[in-house]
Nanobody, 115 residues
């Protein structure tokens, strides 16, 4: 059974940076998608960035040019480098891996952007 664990959230000032990490373990198909979603106060969970095992990436318009998604060589860890953070980036960030058509979610990590 697949499992996903996020880390790296915290409090950062506007304009600052954070890097989130997500480790997937268990049965993960070689063809998979790993990604980051976020849910701010009173909002639904939205896509932030995706990375396919084939090397493609996709970003929400609101984070393009500021956030970068990447994977390690084993392709079981995905990172989200977040630069130029804004207060509106405040949210719980969730990692998900899509393997064999099934979404496996982590429990989330809180990112707070505030002065």
């Amino acid at each position: 059974q697949a499992r996903v664990v996020e880390s790296g959230g915290g409090l950062v000032q506007p304009g600052g940076s954070l890097r989130l990490s997500c480790v997937a373990s268990g049965f993960i198909s070689s063809s998979n998608v790993m990604g980051w979603y976020r849910q701010g106060p009173g909002n639904k969970r939205d896509l932030v960035a995706l990375s396919t095992s084939g090397g493609s990436t996709n970003y929400a318009d609101s984070v393009k040019g500021r956030f970068t998604i990447s994977r390690d060589s084993a392709k079981t860890t995905v990172y989200l480098q977040m630069n130029s953070l804004k207060p509106e980036d405040t949210a719980v960030y969730y990692c998900a891996v899509v393997t064999n058509g099934v979404y496996v979610w982590g429990k989330g990590t809180l990112v707070t952007v505030s002065s």
